[in-house]
DNA sequence: ATTTCGATTTATAACGATATAAATGCCGTG
DNA sequence: CACGGCATTTATATCGTTATAAATCGAAAT
């Protein structure tokens, strides 16, 4: 073998020094640190932690190292060691894709999580699979240190899973399991009596709700809120069947499309949600009804999109945002201290 | 000391079954596997990663009894020791959060590593700090196992680091770099030349568009297809100054509407995102001017919203989901194969 | 019978952090 | 001057996995 295929083999086995280890030094450890210092790993570890038994000067000098050669921890070691994930789960339900329900519960949660070691993971819930699964999954294979999940049941099947486990979590919306648990709901009550009650002051001699399906606890709040306010004013009142805020916007507007067709037409509409309001909108303008005379709606608004929608319809506001920010800080909250917190908090209707 | 004392003691040590081991039996580990068959651990190890040079009579055996234990490799323990994160990270930018375009990504990003070992980890950017900031953390601190990112800039920061770090990334959109890099992106020039098209085919004598920021790529994508309609036709045209679709939709309906109350009023629209898009029609509402008579719009569509909107208005379809999995898809294969693939894509316009 | 070989399996050493127990050195005290 | 006590530092083991090198064993070859 020739001197330049020496060479060449020589370059083949090291192609162009490792993937991401430009500039040649190699990341920082605490073992970089012990050296630069002369102190032992163990102590520039504790040092780091600032363990009261490390002298004052020390931890200065090793944090002081630590920042110059911009050190940072390993996560898989600290996991593997302290079984911490630093990682929050966010459940996501397919349902959830519509429009800005999860951005906003997103951008609130990383929010909350900013400036914290911790890390947002996306778990997806398959339509095909039972909804106790993600999070069996993720509690059993310790996949994060918390999670939070959205649509709650009034018999949760993850909340009683979670709560028997006493792990962490945090949810949208309430059960009706007697047992308290963490969570972080809307007054959909509120908000279905208001809305009722302002349509019938605006003059509405019927109403109509679309309630989010029968198995969540919010529609049981919303339809609570809505019979209140009916049955306080003794208007007539209906209640969407065949349809739900989770069914297709299309459906939802042929369905609507039919009953204004109908003999006894409503005059009043509450809608929990933004695209199944303009399937109502939609479905008025298809029989030329004029919305805030032959029709009047109110709708729940959960982001800026109301505001450029004309005519100008009725809203009530859900800051969702608001809720994933607190969602993260209570979760937070719980991690950090050993026992079960149970703080609820209900964001009230504006 | 005496005997109850110890045991005492013995109790006190194990309080109550750490958190989340219920059902008494530990986590199964490779260990538990070993003392189950037999075998080392090593061997059950390279059993269950189908090593040829393990009998196959033996990985069958590790394999049953892996899965009757239900057994899950410990990610802390791989990440550690192979320096693989089994993490995609997606770096949102806050402007993502209007409506659907991150969710409509998540989707798609979650059903292309739904059965691999990946996580999809949400690398929120706060507009505090540069842009390439996540991007440099991310892949320096060894985060995750490749980047996914999107508004791609004519020169983007980002694209130049990965690329010099070899680092494994996709984003949506395009540079103009002369290197070719992975992306994923909607023909914006086939939207605008299409959209102008139709509004001058429709009657239209003035055209305006409502551009992005101008240091997006595609924002002069666009404003290429739409300067092509328009000379080809050799009708007037405008450009939104002072507002992009970045813009507060509020602040694009005000701008709208001092221009629509100006001289030589523009009668045809172009709108590259929904709620701007609402903010058009918003505006000639407030003008008393008929949509689809007095104006015309043409919008990008990117989730069934403009399905319910009325009066109907003429959109194009881009599928961010479908661009989210293709993402996902062409990420994962850069990151199995060693070398970079500069596998490109342009999904075209309906 | 000894050697060699190929096919399997195994032992050992890491990855980078932290919990536990042990060690060091300095101080004042008896 | 030996000792105990205190403050501080260090050594060792471990989390669960995989890369590397070494070992085992029966069968075929010398």
Same mark, same amino acid.
């Given at each position: 073998m020739s001197l330049e295929d020496m060479e060449e083999k020589g370059r083949r086995a090291m192609p =162009? /020094?490792? @993937? !991401? /280890? %430009? !500039?040649g030094n190699a990341k920082p450890t605490l073992k970089t640190i012990a050296e630069l210092t002369g102190l032992a790993v163990t102590t520039v570890s504790r040092a780091l932690a600032d %363990?009261?038994?490390?002298a004052l000067e020390t931890r200065q000098r090793v944090r002081q190292v630590a920042s110059e050669i911009g050190y940072l921890p390993d996560r898989a070691a600290q996991r593997l060691r302290t079984? /911490?994930?630093?990682v929050i789960s966010l459940v996501l339900d397919?349902?959830?894709?519509?429009?800005s329900y999860a951005t906003s519960m997103i951008k609130g949660l990383t929010e909350a999580l900013r400036g914290t070691p911790y890390h947002l993971v996306i778990t997806p819930h398959f339509s095909d699979t039972p909804q106790v699964d993600p999070v069996r999954h993720i509690m059993r294979n310790r996949m994060a240190d918390g999670i939070v999940f959205t649509r709650t049941e009034p018999s949760d099947e993850r909340v009683k899973l979670l709560m028997e486990n006493n792990f962490p979590f945090i949810c949208h919306g309430r059960t009706e399991l007697g047992t308290a648990h963490p969570y972080v709901d809307y007054d959909n009550y509120g908000f279905a009596y208001l809305a009722a009650r302002k349509l019938i002051a605006a003059g509405c001699r019927k109403l109509f709700i679309i309630l989010p399906p029968e198995r969540f606890t919010f529609a049981h709040h919303m339809r609570h809120g809505f019979m209140t306010a009916v049955r306080e004013e003794g208007v007539a009142f209906e209640i969407a069947m065949d349809? @739900?805020?989770?069914? =297709?916007s299309d459906d939802i507007r042929d369905y609507l499309f039919r009953r204004m067709g109908e003999a006894e037409r409503p005059d009043g509409f509450i809608c929990g949600g933004e695209v199944s309001a303009l399937s109502v909108m939609a479905a008025a303008y298809d029989h030329h009804l004029e919305l805030g005379k032959d029709v009047r709606l109110v709708a729940k608004q959960t982001s800026g999109l109301f505001d450029q929608i004309r005519p100008r319809v009725e809203t009530i506001y859900e800051d969702l945002a608001e809720a994933g920010l607190l969602m993260g800080r209570l979760l937070l909250k719980r991690i950090g201290g050993p026992q079960p917190i149970d703080e609820m908090q209900v964001l009230q209707t504006v």
């Open positions: =162009e /020094r490792e @993937t !991401g /280890r %430009a !500039g %363990a009261p038994q490390i079984g /911490r994930t630093n397919p349902h959830e894709e519509i429009l349809v @739900t805020l989770d069914s =297709e």
